[in-house]
């Protein structure tokens, strides 16, 4: 479970204030895979760093149970000069898992070969999503926070990534952020809809993307 309590979140730039949450209370129900929707700018990369704890709220908290990832596949947290093993043990070692577990599942599911043992900042951007990717999957956690993922790699690699994730969350939830209906129906159970600093939760996902699809309609018409 995860639950927003007054939760409020604005930023300022050259004298203005954008509020991109403005007391917002919701609760994510345990295990189950929420669609995060919202035109762009609308604050929803924003919602899913409050909730993994990697940007800190202007007012009221976030109460989690159970582990929260950090983002599927962002590697931006990543040391350039360290390389994918050392940062794999560095991720393990914050997260509290066995460090020698992941290094190893790491090493065998981004098939980057000798490179694992380079620095990160010579990775192609490829590389570096491989390496991000195999991160994630490797730690159990209880809910996965997924913003726009790409698949990378050839067939046999996108095909590996989906049968991974798909076994993941089948023991866990999961904040789904994406822009096409076709993969939110996919991976989704139910949503929520983040408009003008308010989220609307709902429990059947085909109401969230209606809520959604009125808004980008309005938008259009504007």
């Known amino acids: 479970m995860i639950k927003l309590e007054n939760l409020t979140k604005t930023y300022r730039t050259n004298g203005t204030t954008k509020t991109v949450l403005e007391n917002v209370n919701a609760i994510f129900p345990t295990g189950r895979s929420v669609a995060l929707l919202g035109r762009n700018g609308a604050g929803k990369s924003t919602l899913l760093q409050l909730i993994s704890g990697t940007v800190a709220p202007t007012s009221g908290r976030i109460l989690t149970r159970g582990t929260v990832s950090y983002p599927v596949g962002f590697a931006g947290s990543f040391h350039p000069q360290l390389t994918g093993a050392q940062n794999t043990r560095f991720v393990a070692r914050i997260y509290g898992v066995?460090?020698?577990a992941l290094v190893a599942f790491v090493r065998d599911f981004a098939e980057l070969g000798e490179h694992?043992?380079?620095?990160f900042q010579t990775y192609s951007a490829g590389m570096r999503s491989r390496l991000a990717f195999g991160v994630s999957m490797g730690i159990?956690?209880?809910?996965?926070?997924?913003?726009?993922?790409t698949a990378v790699g050839d067939q046999a690699f996108r095909e590996k990534s989906t049968r991974v994730f798909e076994e993941r969350r089948r023991r866990a939830g999961s904040i789904f952020v994406s822009h096409s209906p076709a993969v939110i129906r996919d991976n989704c159970d139910c949503g929520a809809v983040l408009s003008g600093g308010q989220l609307?939760?709902?429990?059947?996902?085909?109401?969230a993307l209606r809520h959604h699809h009125e808004l980008m309609s309005a938008v259009a018409l504007a």
């Open 98 to 100: 066995d460090t020698d």
């Open 116 to 119: 694992f043992h380079l620095p």
């Open 140 to 149: 159990p956690f209880d809910t996965f926070l997924v913003d726009e993922i």
């Open 200 to 207: 609307y939760f709902y429990n059947q996902v085909e109401d």
